[in-house]
Nanobody
Framework: QVQLVESGGGLVQAEDSLRLSCAAT????????MAWFRQAPGKERESVAR????????VYADSVRGRFTISRDNAKNMVYLQMNSLKPEDTAVYYC????????????WGPGTQVIVSP
């Protein structure tokens, strides 16, 4: 059973940077894709970025394109989200997710890490 654990969240000021990490443990790990989602208070969860595990193709939400970068380290079973030029509207709980059994269907999730961006 794959387990995902996020780290790297915190409280920062606008225009600061943060790097989130996601570690996958629990056996052979070869998902179709990995992704970062976020959920702000009172809002629905939204996809932030995703990356294909084999080819590394990246897709970003319009709201973060040009500011966030998703990357992976296949050898370490790690996924990262580099977040630059953070805005208060980026405040949310960020979740790491893996599409393990079905392409495009994220069936393994981490507990989340809080990111707070102050004005």
């Amino acid at each position: 059973q794959v387990q995902l654990v996020e780290s790297g969240g915190g409280l920062v000021q606008a225009e600061d940077s943060l790097r989130l990490s996601c570690a996958a443990t629990g056996g052979t790990f070869s998902p179709y894709a990995m992704a970062w989602f976020r959920q702000a208070p009172g809002k629905e969860r939204e996809s932030v970025a995703r990356i294909g595990w084999r080819l590394g193709i990246r897709v970003y939400a319009d709201s973060v394109r040009g500011r966030f970068t998703i990357s992976r380290d296949n050898a370490k079973n790690m996924v990262y989200l580099q977040m630059n030029s953070l805005k208060p509207e980026d405040t949310a709980v960020y979740y790491c997710a893996a599409a393990i059994n079905v392409p495009g269907s994220y069936d393994s999730w981490g507990p989340g890490t809080q990111v707070i961006v102050s004005p």
